[in-house]
T-cell receptor
Framework: EDKVVQSPLSLVVHEGDTVTLNCSYEVTNFRSLLWYKQEKKAPTFLFMLTSSGIEKKSGRLSSILDKKELFSILNITATQTGDSAIYLCAVEDPWGGSEKLVFGKGTKLTVNP | KAGVTQTPRYLIKTRGQQVTLSCSPISGHRSVSWYQQTPGQGLQFLFEYFSETQRNKGNFPGRFSGRQFSNSRSEMNVSTLELGDSALYLC????????????FGSGTRLTVV
């Protein structure tokens, strides 16, 4: 059975800290790994990673994928209170030509002022 | 451009009733997938539709069904509601092969009493 495991499940930091969120996966079919931020309801897209070793960056956020060791990390530098959210990692399974995401349970990040 | 629209936003139903949720994808997106989000299980894949065809289905009972119309709008139906069906139901649309990521709607919060 496909599995995506995120760690830690929750994290409390102070503004200005740097955090690293982890995502490991075991899936039969892999096309990409995606990171989402969920604050209230709609998860918002952060990154899509398909190739190992290529870092993707957006402002203070960055992410990298290791397809050999089957994991990804999401880094957030100089955290702000607005970064408080649940961060979701998902693996895209293209089995049968369909589009299906297998999600981890998420990491709840709380940034205190 | 308009995002993914889900209606209604909130629903309260009684055990044994049935419910229909609606999802309008981003214009031009042909794939619509549905997910159930609960505190214990996280986001779990329900099914995916592309060009009115169900291409994949998650591990949910037959009480959960869906369809997609020619304009790519999708509906999901849950019959004989159970208390455990209380959840946030999210739909996501994608352009083609998920190459540009998946965009989620704000979800429908279903409460079964």
């Amino acid at each position: 059975e496909d599995k995506v495991v995120q760690s830690p499940l929750s994290l409390v930091v102070h503004e200005g800290d740097t955090v690293t969120l982890n995502c490991s996966y075991e899936v039969t079919n892999f096309r990409s790994l995606l990171w989402y931020k969920q604050e209230k309801k709609a998860p918002t897209f952060l990154f899509m990673l398909t190739s190992s070793g290529i870092e993707k960056k957006s402002g203070r956020l960055s992410s990298i994928l290791d397809k050999k060791e089957l994991f990804s990390i999401l880094n957030i530098t100089a955290t702000q209170t607005g970064d408080s959210a649940i961060y979701l990692c998902a693996v895209e399974d293209p089995w049968g030509g369909s589009e299906k995401l297998v999600f981890g349970k998420g990491t709840k990040l709380t940034v205190n002022p | 451009k308009a995002g993914v629209t889900q209606t209604p936003r909130y629903l309260i139903k009684t055990r044994g009733q049935q419910v229909t949720l609606s999802c309008s994808p981003i214009s031009g997106h042909r794939s619509v997938s549905w997910y159930q989000q609960t505190p214990g299980q996280g986001l779990q894949f329900l099914f995916e539709y592309f060009s009115e065809t169900q291409r994949n289905k998650g591990n949910f009972p037959g009480r959960f069904s869906g369809r997609q119309f020619s304009n790519s709008r999708s509906e999901m139906n849950v019959s004989t509601l159970e208390l455990g069906d209380s959840a946030l139901y999210l739909c996501a649309s994608s352009f083609h092969g998920g190459d540009y990521g998946y965009t989620f709607g704000s979800g429908t919060r279903l409460t079964v009493v």
